[in-house]
């Protein structure tokens, strides 16, 4: 393997001036001469596996000269790892190429997919099991907090709660996800306020009422898909 070829002879020992092609004709006396030397100069070659080179890159170098490899990597979804000299990204990464190497080198990019915070606004709302980050190329599905009084209406990716509800993050999604909880109130017998939310016989039992001392009972037994409301009553009248 040669390293370094000849630049020309020289008449001193620090190699300045013009390089000395041979002897003239008359010159006599013992003649030293000194060689320089050029570093040879070998081909740098980067294999991205889907990434991208940001900015400028080494494609060549010399023996005898450090040069750094480009860092500034990139791949949507994923973190760069550095660069391997083989194509299966085994041993150790290498950060640049010293002064003892030679020899034209390929480098190749490793990646790992990456993993981005999640940040789930809950609104008062209680998480069992709270989701604080992702991983790129994963499927998430996000959780379902509780509220006591409230029913959870799904997340959304603006305080205002308006749009589509979001379930779950995409495998190809990517950046870091803020979430906001959206609740609706319930009544006091579980549903939504603003319906009917009325006391009495759900239809599930019989109820006996008895309108004033001393009188027969009424018995109300409601049919399972209706609701009674009892208002008020007189003596010896029911009226609902």
Same mark, same amino acid.
């Given at each position: 393997?040669?390293?370094?070829?000849?630049?020309?002879?020289?008449?001193?020992?620090?190699?300045? %001036?013009? *390089? /000395?092609?041979?002897?003239?004709?008359?010159?006599? =006396?013992?003649?030293? !001469? #000194? +060689? $320089? @030397?050029? &570093?040879?100069?070998?081909?740098?070659?980067?294999?991205?596996?889907?990434?991208?080179?940001?900015?400028?890159?080494?494609?060549?170098?010399?023996?005898?000269?450090?040069?750094?490899?480009?860092?500034?990597?990139?791949?949507?979804?994923?973190?760069?790892?550095?660069?391997?000299?083989?194509?299966?990204?085994? %041993?150790? *990464? /290498?950060?640049?190429?010293?002064?003892?190497?030679? =020899?034209?080198?390929? !480098? #190749? +990019? $490793? @990646?790992? &997919?990456?993993?981005?915070?999640?940040?789930?606004?809950?609104?008062?709302?209680?998480?069992?099991?709270?989701?604080?980050?992702?991983?790129?190329?994963?499927?998430?599905?996000?959780?379902?907090?509780?509220?006591?009084?409230?029913?959870?209406?799904?997340?959304?990716?603006?305080?205002?709660?308006?749009?589509?509800?979001?379930?779950?993050?995409?495998?190809?999604?990517?950046?870091?996800?803020?979430?906001?909880?959206?609740?609706?109130?319930?009544?006091?017998?579980?549903?939504?306020?603003?319906?009917?939310?009325?006391?009495?016989?759900?239809?599930?039992?019989?109820?006996?009422?008895?309108?004033?001392?001393?009188?027969?009972?009424?018995?109300?037994?409601?049919?399972?898909?209706?609701?009674?409301?009892?208002?008020?009553?007189?003596?010896?009248?029911?009226?609902?």
């Amino acid at each position: 393997m040669i390293l370094c070829v000849i630049a020309g002879w020289y008449d001193n020992k620090e190699c300045k %001036g013009s *390089p /000395v092609k041979g002897l003239n004709k008359g010159d006599s =006396g013992d003649k030293s !001469f #000194y +060689a $320089k @030397w050029t &570093p040879n100069k070998y081909n740098i070659s980067y294999v991205v596996n889907g990434g991208a080179i940001q900015g400028d890159k080494a494609e060549s170098y010399e023996f005898n000269t450090e040069t750094t490899l480009p860092t500034e990597v990139t791949k949507s979804g994923f973190t760069f790892e550095g660069w391997y000299t083989s194509s299966d990204l085994s %041993g150790d *990464p /290498v950060a640049k190429i010293t002064v003892k190497d030679y =020899g034209n080198k390929t !480098f #190749y +990019a $490793k @990646w790992s &997919p990456s993993v981005y915070s999640v940040t789930l606004n809950t609104n008062g709302g209680i998480v069992g099991d709270n989701l604080t980050s992702y991983t790129y190329g994963d499927v998430t599905s996000l959780p379902t907090p509780v509220r006591s009084g409230y029913k959870f209406e799904g997340w959304y990716v603006n305080a205002d709660c308006t749009g589509d509800a979001v379930t779950s993050i995409g495998s190809e999604e990517t950046g870091n996800k803020v979430y906001y909880a959206k609740w609706s109130l319930l009544s006091s017998d579980g549903d939504h306020a603003g319906m009917s939310n009325t006391s009495g016989s759900t239809g599930t039992s019989t109820d006996t009422v008895n309108p004033t001392p001393g009188s027969d009972p009424v018995v109300v037994n409601p049919t399972p898909t209706k609701k009674v409301s009892l208002k008020k009553f007189t003596a010896g009248k029911l009226k609902y």
